[in-house]
T-cell receptor, first 113, second 111 residues
Framework: NAGVTQTPKFQVLKTGQSMTLQCAQD?????MSWYRQDPGMGLRLIHY???????DQGEVPNGYNVSRSTTEDFPLRLLSAAPSQTSVYFC????????????FGPGTRLTVL | GQQLNQSPQSMFIQEGEDVSMNCTSS?????WLWYKQDPGEGPVLLIA?????ELTSNGRLTAQFGITRKDSFLNISASIPSDVGIYFC???????????FGEGTQLTVNP
């Protein structure tokens, strides 16, 4: 099992550009989520999905879109990147939303100039 | 929403020393979790606590669920260089609800 994989590992964007952060898991987990990590602020939930075809907003969803067309993949789209979106992004998955054992990917470090 | 205050923000210790960090909440939590994040990696779950007063160990790590249900503590005994990383607490106010994460404690261990 590869677990949770994320690509790319690093990315630099210019303000206004769009891009998609990829996340995939091979554990057949129903629940997947995206967090951003900023210094001194812990992990904040952006969007989550309880299963294919179902997504919902987390704590800080503005400026991001998600979709869940398959159980395995949960991409995060930045529509028009802003410097405030400079952060480290983590994707996580678990068997179900109620499960406390979340498996995190290695992260994507994004810089928006 | 709920806020978790984690302290200290950073610690610089010598190898072999014991470490203590804690997390406090403005409201009651049903579950407390402690994660470790190695440099360049995602967080990994270390210990989960489900009951007020519960004390759970994982090797040299010991965590406690505070009696008031508004705090939790993590202790690391006899630290070693591979303990370096960021330690996060996380809480779940009710079963099935989303986790709230603390700000993290950056631990540096000098050999």
């Amino acid at each position: 099992n590869a677990g949770v994989t994320q690509t790319p590992k690093f990315q630099v964007l210019k303000t206004g550009q769009s891009m998609t952060l990829q996340c995939a898991q091979d554990m057949n987990h129903e629940y997947m989520s995206w967090y951003r990590q900023d210094p001194g602020m812990g992990l904040r939930l952006i969007h989550y999905s309880v299963g294919a075809g179902i997504t919902d907003q987390g704590e800080v969803p503005n400026g991001y879109n998600v979709s869940r067309s398959t159980t395995e993949d949960f991409p995060l789209r930045l529509l028009s990147a802003a410097p405030s979106q400079t952060s480290v992004y983590f994707c996580a998955s678990s068997v179900a939303m109620e499960s406390l054992t979340q498996y995190f990917g290695p992260g994507t470090r994004l810089t928006v100039l | 929403g709920q806020q978790l205050n984690q302290s200290p923000q950073s610690m610089f210790i010598q190898e072999g020393e014991d470490v203590s960090m804690n997390c406090t909440s403005s409201s009651i939590f049903n579950t407390w979790l402690w994660y470790k994040q190695d440099p360049g990696e995602g967080p990994v779950l270390l210990i989960a606590l489900y009951k007020a007063g519960e004390l759970t160990s994982n090797g040299r790590l010991t965590a406690q669920f505070g009696i008031t249900r508004k705090d939790s503590f993590l202790n690391i005994s006899a630290s070693i260089p591979s303990d370096v990383g960021i330690y996060f607490c996380a809480g779940q106010p009710t079963s099935g609800s989303r986790l709230t994460f603390g700000e993290g404690t950056q631990l540096t261990v000098n050999p």
